[in-house]
């Protein structure tokens, strides 16, 4: 049976700069105005009331936006953070204030995987919304069709491996069946114990360095998409 092909988005499809050099500093210059705009909305306040109570419970909207571009200069996976920038990428996506860069072999291997009837699935730490509009948003075009799966921190975290066979019960497949794509060898190495076969993208404009021998921890290892043969898919 074709395999079903899952691929976390940062450092595999998309540059890790991307991330860091163009959404976190966008979403930490938009919060303020975003919140103030916005902050009364029903999408929007039960996650400002979120961070709130976990700092207290009696704090100004402000204060609350100090504490989210704090959790941003941290790089900290926090589900209400992750929902507010999902919300504030939204609109800068709709205003075309940018488009998400993939990799060129990225976006042609996931067509050409899916005209081949491999089922696609994303896995990401950032929010399932964050994925579709980033998908939604590239500058190949409107890729969200090829993907029947979408996946974030919410079935647990990406280096544990309970996590993915949650992903492989919802996909409905063995997780022999399904091919685990990313740049991180740790969760690979979570994936590979739930059951997936696993690869390791081992980008030259994210890792200079080459991830070889011991390091690869015995992950199947590739520069780009196009070095993933068949073989590795069956």
């Known amino acids: 049976m ?23 500093p966008y979403a930490r210059r938009a919060l303020p105005e975003f919140v103030r705009e916005r902050g009364n909305d029903p ?3 039960p996650w400002l009331d979120q961070v709130a109570i976990e700092n207290g419970g009696v704090c100004s909207d402000d204060m609350i936006v100090e504490t989210l571009q704090g ?12 929902a507010l920038q999902g919300l504030v990428w939204e609109a800068g996506y709709r205003s075309a204030d940018f488009t998400a860069p993939l990799y060129p072999d990225a976006s042609e291997r996931l067509r050409a ?16 919304p964050a994925q579709k509009l980033l998908f939604g948003h590239t500058d190949a075009g409107d890729l969200t069709r090829l993907f029947t799966g979408w996946f974030d921190t919410s079935v647990g975290h990406k280096r544990e491996a309970e996590s993915y066979r949650r992903i492989a ?6 997780p022999g069946e399904i091919v685990f794509l990313s740049d991180v060898v740790e969760e690979l190495d979570a994936a590979r114990e739930a059951g997936m076969r696993t690869v390791l993208v081992d980008r030259r404009e994210d890792y200079p360095v080459p991830r070889a021998g011991e390091v690869r921890h015995g992950h199947a290892r590739v520069d780009s ?3 993933i043969t068949d073989s590795l898919l069956r």
Do not use: C, N
Not at 71 to 82: F, N, S, V
Not at 113 to 128: D, E, K, N, Q
């Open 43 to 45: 999408d929007v306040r």
């Open 169 to 174: 019960q919802t996909l409905g497949r063995p």
């Open 113 to 128: 995987w899916y005209r081949m009837g491999h089922p696609l699935a994303v896995y990401s730490s950032g929010s399932v």
């Open 71 to 82: 959790w941003i200069d941290e790089d900290r996976k926090h589900t209400a953070l992750k």
């Open 225 to 227: 998409f196009a070095d």
């Open 2 to 24: 074709t395999a079903t092909i899952l691929t976390d988005i940062e450092g595999t499809t998309s540059s890790i700069s991307f991330v860091r050099d163009v959404l976190f």
